[in-house]
């Protein structure tokens, strides 16, 4: 990063064209991203027309109607051993497609093979997805770098870091069986603090109390949790409806709640410090107690709309299941339980973090900072 | 007293002690938010159009949302406007990807959830992917323009007579120093969320190319980016909306002015 800033200053043509570069160089990657099959060990049929064989409509026990399609795809491998051999592949799937998904052509799929007397046939094992996931992830970037050039980079930097230590302890919880998640995710969210916070506000006693404030307030979010748990017997708790799910649930679900919320009380911690500090900077002399106020002003304000992004983060992506159990005539009571019900959990607990959080970050900035005889004044 | 309940009204008297009045209209929003969004899953489970469902609801959303969490009524209008444009946008590009990228319904991952049941369903799951990806950045949308609506109106309140040039200027410094913590926000909520997955994946040793393919993820990932458009185009969009009513009011103001003196 330095290499850049220094690089920045000696050339302004550098300074003023180095995202639409980045933009370039990332098109390309998109381009390599488009024709990439040869990197791939499966079999990749590209499809050069279908035609449907049959329609039949379709209906369950429940009233609900839909379409069985089947169709004939045809076209060319484009990879491996078999490449530019011609086939025909069957395919069939539901008008819905929820499970099951329909072809056109010009799309590129996946195969598993078979060999039977001699004769290659093929049945359809997935969609190739590598170059939309590409795309979009280009566009996000060049619109980062675009509109926000420095800070946008350092944005993505510590999306990154963040996002390969998180692979990393992914990793490390699999070699252990799962045993000790809480404490690999537990300790990974101190560390991904403390590196997020060095990279957006650098190391200095800003930094120190912003990381003392998020630690503090997501921790206190878990031991209520906790505590509510065991006051409820954790009654309405269903970790029976957890997806995914390959270990025991119930630390699972308490580290994906702490991942899940660290981020909104950094962001908000990180508000209510900076603008104490600036505030302190204005006016010298302002007391430990008007300190205290005015971020709980601040926080107060902020409190609100972060809940909400993570209640929408949570609880959005369970539509399509949601939708599912109540096409299956479930009622919205159990339809909810088994869907929504972990999400709004996490939400309430990411909630409660979030409010403790406000008067930790006022509590330790006017400590710090505040009145004639603050513990920032004394040791100077 | 089951666990969801003690923990809404924990919430409650958390955000009423510590926000007062604000507070209770910050725990009446998630309340109403939870509520548009469970309305908004029974409407589509019967049969109405999912895309003109979400953005009914997104507006409402939105709108709760921005109102009930901000003080000063000409920014959070201001905010309100930018985050509907947002709104639109996000939805012209969210369409074609969603289509391209074929991530509707669900994985092979999902086959344990789905024993059982029937999926004759009768509506179109693409519809439900494009909706669920509007859906999950409304909270994301409204949190930017808030956050720079805020900041614009209190540098107004300092200098009044800021030239319109600084004032949109003002717009990307603010947006710079949130754009940092709230792509963690986002980063952390949704990869928090599907820990469960990536810990499959591990487990069962994917390779590169079966994650990158992979439905599930592949939509995850989608959800992320489209959270972190949302926010990118949200910084300048709210900073152009209010030098935009800024500029109007001066002309009006002006306008008063010259009257004024003719008289």
């Not at chain 1, 990197?39 to 109607?65: A, G, H, R």
Request: include cysteine.
């Amino acid at each position: 990063m330095l290499k850049k800033q220094e690089r920045a200053a000696q050339s302004g043509w550098w300074y003023r064209w180095w995202p639409i570069l980045i933009v370039l160089i990332g098109g390309l990657a998109v381009l390599g991203v488009a024709h990439d099959d040869q990197l791939y060990q499966t079999p990749i049929l590209k499809i050069q027309s279908t035609q449907v064989v049959s329609q039949e409509k379709q209906s369950d026990q429940f009233q609900n109607e839909d379409q069985q399609i089947t169709q004939k795809l045809h076209g060319t491998i484009t990879n491996g051993q078999y490449q530019g051999r011609r086939l025909t592949v069957p395919n069939t799937y539901m008008r819905s497609q929820s499970t099951t998904q329909g072809f056109h052509t010009g799309q590129k799929i996946f195969l598993t093979l078979h060999h039977q007397k001699g004769k290659l046939s093929a049945t359809v094992s997935d969609y190739k997805r590598d170059v939309a996931l590409a795309f979009t992830a280009w566009l996000a970037v060049s619109l980062l770098l675009v509109l926000m050039r420095f800070s946008g980079l350092m944005a993505l930097v510590s999306v990154i870091v963040n996002g390969v230590l998180f692979w990393l302890a992914v990793s490390w919880n699999t070699t252990t069986q799962g045993g000790i998640v809480l404490v690999i995710f537990g300790g990974l969210a101190v560390a991904f603090a403390a590196l997020t916070l060095l990279i957006v506000i650098g190391f200095n006693q800003q930094m120190l109390m912003t990381l003392l404030a998020t630690v503090g307030g997501t921790a206190i979010s878990i031991l209520i949790a906790l505590a509510v748990f065991s006051v409820t017997h954790e009654k309405g708790v269903y970790y029976e409806s957890m997806q995914y799910v390959t270990q025991l649930p119930r630390p699972l679900f308490l580290a994906e709640t702490i991942l899940g919320s660290l981020g909104a009380v950094m962001d908000e911690s990180t508000d209510i410090i900076a603008s104490l500090m600036a505030l302190k900077t204005e006016k010298p002399d302002i007391s430990a107690k008007q300190l205290f106020a005015s971020g709980r002003q601040i926080g107060g304000e902020i409190m609100g709309p972060l809940v909400n992004v993570l209640f929408f983060i949570f609880v959005a992506d369970t539509l399509p299941l949601a939708v599912l159990y109540l096409k299956n005539a479930n009622s919205w009571g159990y339809t909810f339980n088994m869907t929504m019900n972990l999400g709004v959990i996490q939400s309430l607990i990411s909630g409660i973090g979030i409010v403790l959080t406000i008067p930790l970050a006022c509590g330790i900035t006017s400590l710090m900072m505040g009145g004639k005889f603050s513990w920032g004044r004394l040791r100077r | 007293m089951g666990t969801i309940t003690a923990l809404g009204l924990l919430l409650l008297i958390a955000m009423v002690v510590v926000g007062g009045g604000q507070g209770l209209q910050a725990w009446l929003s998630l309340l109403f938010n939870f509520g548009a969004l469970f309305f908004a899953m029974v409407l589509m489970a019967f049969h109405f159009s999912p895309v003109l469902v979400t953005l009914i609801t997104g507006v409402m959303v939105l709108a709760m949302t921005i109102f009930l969490g901000g003080n000063d009524s000409n920014s959070t209008l201001v905010a309100f406007y930018a985050s509907i444009i947002v709104l639109l946008l996000l939805v012209v590009m969210i369409i074609p990807v969603e289509h391209w990228a074929q991530i509707q319904g669900f994985g092979q991952e999902d086959s344990e959830d789905l024993e059982g049941m029937s999926t004759v369903l009768g509506i179109n799951y693409l519809d439900i992917a494009i909706s669920t990806a509007i859906l999950s950045t409304l909270g994301a949308i409204a949190e930017a323009a808030i956050a720079i609506a805020a900041g614009l109106a209190e540098i107004l309140a300092q200098h009044p007579k800021i030239p319109l040039k600084n004032l949109q200027r003002a717009g990307f410094k603010v947006g710079s120093q949130i754009i940092g913590t709230t792509f963690n926000t986002l980063f952390f909520g949704f990869f928090g969320g599907f820990l469960a997955l990536f810990i499959w994946f591990a487990g069962v040793h994917y390779s590169l190319g079966q994650i990158l393919n992979d439905k599930i993820l592949v939509g995850e990932v989608l959800m992320v980016l489209f959270s972190m458009t949302a926010v990118i185009i949200t910084i300048p969009l709210t900073t152009w909306a209010t030098v935009t009513w800024e500029r109007q009011t001066r002309q009006h103001a002006l306008k008063l002015k010259n009257e004024d003196t003719k008289k």
